[in-house]
């Protein structure tokens, strides 16, 4: 058997300096001198305004449930029958398509 030159080239070294030096970005730390603290003064500030305001309503509540329950019900069904323990013909359905073309 003869053997073969083959050439493996990787672009993995130049891409990764380019994908992983984004110079847009800043990155802050708490506490450091260079973190601005009038941005958590804005953010409380408007968050004391909907402090009052419940986060959701009973109607949005009972329609999130509903949702939820069908949800875990669907995930349910769809568990069984990857786990095979509900049978393929309870859910599969059969297309019968004509192939026969009269011209």
């Known amino acids: 058997m003869a053997s073969e030159d083959v050439n493996f080239t990787s672009s993995s070294d130049s891409e990764d300096s380019e ?25 409380d500030k408007e968050l004391e305004a909907y402090a ?6 009973d ?3 009972a329609i999130y449930e509903e949702e939820r329950k ?5 995930e349910k069904q769809l568990q069984d029958r990857l786990n095979g323990t509900e049978e393929v013909g309870k859910w ?3 297309v019968a398509i004509n ?3 009269q011209v």
């Open 52 to 57: 009052d305001e419940p986060l959701a309503d």
């Open 99 to 101: 192939t026969n073309k």
């Open 92 to 94: 599969l359905v059969v």
């Open 19 to 43: 994908v992983n030096f984004i110079t847009d970005y800043v990155l802050e730390v708490e506490g450091s001198p260079n973190s601005s603290d009038h941005d958590g003064e804005d953010l």
């Open 59 to 61: 109607d949005w509540l």
């Open 70 to 74: 069908a949800d875990e019900e669907l």
